[in-house]
């Protein structure tokens, strides 16, 4: 693979020695001294292109790029960030990777222990680049072997959801329980908009970052559409997210919060959840939206509950007896990037040459009504697996 796509380049009128040269060039104009400057050197070489680490030679994603900067600023900077580059040793990888994996909440198979694996790979390829351009001849985290992980099967039952959607609705009457023998509890603070992009992830299912990064170009709220670009989703496919009246109408809250105080000859920000210090060029921090749940589970007493864990209630109801869809459709409507492998490829790309939106919306919309009949904002249907077969039929 690696000697065609050289002999593309070369038909195409590349030259991959020069590159290569050229690069290694530009990264020794920079003074790279320790970790830290490797990790932002690293960073620009793969956003502008100049370095392609993936193995068919394609571009990160923004996306990509934008997680990785922020585990760069969460965890590798603060941890080795000022040791020398040819310093850091294989040790010195392990006690930054077990600080991540003994942190508090983390344990085997947790988040932690995900995003210990995830540094590690980081700082590995940090290293790559930085030998492949002769900053340094050894790889302190090449002998370094991913822990195993164990899937997380955290549901939230329906109990649960009606405590945490309760909040998310009006947590002025809630406080957060003092944190140690003797404190005072503090009242539970969590903006609006903040609070909408937590409800929009349990009515739409889609990943913390897509939501808090939703933009107005993206969104055809007259029709209920909300396009992903591919380079803001995980697996960089475009993505077409139908949006129920319901959360129609949360966005549309979120977006006249946004420009609430801002005058009429002023540009409105082109995000649904804008940031705080430069709306008109960042959106919200995903973290906010991490950060905001915990409280609130804090407050209403619900234990181990991460936005990652709405998703993985909506997708067990969908294809539970409740609603009963297909895993196919609830895998389109998650946006994994193998709801077309396996068996049924050669059928859906051989057979198959169809717009499945209706069938993700009337999915959605089952899973909405049922969200809302567990809360206690809509009477309970008798039979929601009904409703479904009446819709399609």
């Not at 020069?18 to 970790?35: C, E, M, Y």
């Not at 040793?89 to 988040?111: M, N, Y």
């Not at 940090?126 to 991913?146: E, K």
């Not at 609603?323 to 998650?334: C, K, R, T, Y």
């Amino acid at each position: 693979m690696r000697a065609r796509a050289l002999r593309t380049e070369i038909d195409n009128g590349g030259d991959p020695a020069s590159a290569k040269a050229n690069q290694k060039a530009d990264a020794l104009a920079q003074p790279i001294r320790t970790v830290a400057d490797l990790a932002s050197a690293y960073m620009d070489a793969c956003e502008t292109g100049g370095y392609r680490p993936n193995k068919k030679g394609a571009q990160k994603r923004p996306a990509t790029i934008q997680n990785e900067r922020w585990m760069i600023a969460k965890h590798i900077v603060p941890a080795i960030g000022s040791v020398r580059v040819e310093a850091l040793t294989r040790q010195g990888v392990e006690r930054a990777l077990q600080d991540i994996r003994t942190s508090k909440g983390g344990r085997a198979g947790s988040p932690k222990q995900v995003m210990a694996n995830r540094v590690r790979s980081l700082i590995q390829a940090m290293y790559g680049w930085a030998c492949a351009t002769d900053l340094t001849t050894t790889n302190p985290a090449a002998a370094i072997r991913a822990t195993k992980e164990t899937p997380r099967a955290r549901v939230i039952t329906d109990a649960e959801l009606v405590r945490i959607w309760s909040a998310l609705k009006d947590p002025s009457a809630l406080s957060i329980p003092a944190s140690k023998p003797g404190g005072k509890p503090s009242p539970l603070q969590v903006s609006r908009p903040v609070r909408i992009a937590l409800q929009l992830a349990f009515l739409l299912l889609q990943r913390r970052g897509e939501i808090a990064g939703m933009r107005l170009d993206e969104l055809d709220l007259d029709a209920g559409r909300w396009t992903l670009r591919a380079e803001r989703t995980k697996n960089g496919n475009a993505h077409v997210v139908p949006l129920s009246p319901y959360a129609t109408g949360l966005i549309r809250e979120a977006i006249e919060i946004a420009n609430r105080d801002r005058g009429d000859d002023e540009t409105r920000s082109p995000f649904v959840f804008p940031g705080r210090n430069s709306p008109m060029t960042t959106a919200i921090d995903p973290g906010a939206m991490s950060h905001a749940l915990s409280d609130i589970r804090a407050a209403v007493g619900v234990p181990d509950v991460t936005t990652h864990d709405a998703r993985r209630l909506g997708a067990s109801l969908l294809c539970g007896p409740r609603i009963g869809v297909s895993p196919w459709i609830a895998s389109l409507i998650l946006n994994h990037s193998g709801e077309r492998g396996g068996a049924a490829a050669v059928t859906l790309s051989t057979y198959v040459h169809s717009d499945m939106t209706p069938e993700t919306r009337r999915a959605l919309e089952a899973l909405e009504r049922l969200l809302r009949q567990i809360v206690g904002e809509v009477e309970a249907d008798t039979n929601v697996v009904a409703m479904i077969g009446a819709s399609a039929a």
